[in-house]
């Protein structure tokens, strides 16, 4: 009887470290979760990064030449990522379009919210100031009387 409670015991040992070994196999462990992190907060920057640029757009009615905090748009963002020291690239693509680039640890697993584009290969977020995003102000309608001081 006591063979068999030791037996039921090593089987049951063997069991949970089985399905522990298991769950990390299948997770990624911590390793893969501080991967994750990093690539998360990357990620976070080249969106701050964007939408830096994208205010600026909106405000002069074209893409920046680079990222800089302006009286406009004074949202903080850092060019640098903090956990290797590399610089994000900017790229300016034409007067409607940019890239922001870092080199990410797990490239295919990023799916940026809000419908950004992300290209995995190249670690780029692309951005995009389409015709109705290129001033912040409103139209001025001719038509409309204007008002007096």
Known sequence: MIDTRRGATIAIALCV????AAGLFISGGPGRARKEARDDHRLRDLRQISANIRCQAQTSGRVADTPQLTDLCPRPFTMQNPNTG??????????RNWRICASFELPDRIRPRDGAQFDAKTGCLLGNMSARQ????????????????
């Open 17 to 20: 470290a089985f399905a522990v």
């Open 134 to 149: 290129r001033s912040g102000f409103p139209a001025l309608n001719p038509l409309l009387p204007t008002p007096q001081d």
């Open 86 to 95: 590399e610089n994000y690239t900017y790229i300016r693509i034409d007067d």
